[in-house]
């Protein structure tokens, strides 16, 4: 399995306080992903990153901001969680992101109240 | 905007017998359709991906085909067993890959 973790793996806020997950990948993969998943809705991509300091916005971007200051690790950031943040984040990554296979973290389960 | 429909939310067969579970698609041409399977708790793991140019690929038990005049993919699991329960994730990109990269819903299949 790709070394892929994500952390915190649960966490529980408050809205309006800010949140970041992390990723951290031990592939050198060049392209890194934040996907969010909830019932009735298949993953939807938040941001993407095709290298460090490079990074794009996804289908459901607003609200969301991301970093990638190395290969290895990428952020996302809640500026200001809303209730309607409550999800199960999940980071994937790839070295090739036209047919390659993604490879996902575990997940990370956000409850803002 | 594009829309997935995985035929089914949960799907029961028995042990043995070949699963098929059903992806459709509308609004979009797909270059990539991807399948991935999700256990309870976990992150998706890739199964197999076709092109839009091929029909058919298989891999072991399973065995993935892409109609892109139906605008369909069908997924099926030979002799299915109880470690095959799980959610599967059918997903479909454009040229740019999995920068551009939807998702469907899911179905749950349990082997029993």
């Known amino acids: 399995d790709a070394g892929i973790t994500q952390s915190p793996r649960h966490k529980v806020t408050e809205t309006g306080t800010p949140v970041t997950l992390r990723c951290h990948q031990t592939?050198?993969?060049?392209?890194m992903y934040w996907y969010r998943q909830d019932p009735g809705h298949g993953l939807r991509l938040i941001h993407y990153s095709y290298g460090v300091k490079d990074t794009d916005k996804g289908e459901v971007s607003d609200g969301y901001s991301v970093s990638r200051s190395k290969t290895e690790d990428f952020l996302l950031t809640l500026e200001s969680a809303t209730s309607s943040q409550t999800s199960v984040y999940f980071c994937?990554?790839?070295?090739?992101?036209?047919?390659?296979?993604?490879?996902f973290g575990e997940g990370s389960r956000l409850t803002v109240l | 905007s594009q829309k997935i429909e995985q035929n089914s939310e949960a799907l029961n067969i028995q042990e043995g017998k070949t699963a098929t579970l059903t992806c459709n698609y509308t609004?979009?041409?797909?270059?990539?359709l991807q399948w991935y399977r999700q256990d309870p708790g976990r992150g998706p793991v890739f199964l197999l991906l076709i092109r839009e140019n091929e029909k058919e690929k298989r891999k072991e038990r399973l065995k993935v085909t892409f109609d892109t005049t139906l605008k369909q993919s069908l997924f099926h699991i030979t002799a299915s067993q109880p470690a095959d329960s799980a959610t599967y994730l059918c997903a479909l990109s454009d040229q740019t890959g999995a920068n551009n990269l939807f998702f469907g819903t899911g179905t749950r299949l349990t082997v029993i």
């Open positions: 592939e050198n993969h060049r392209y």
């Open positions: 609004n979009y041409s797909p270059a990539y």
């Open positions: 994937a990554s790839t070295t090739d992101s036209l047919t390659g296979e993604l490879f």
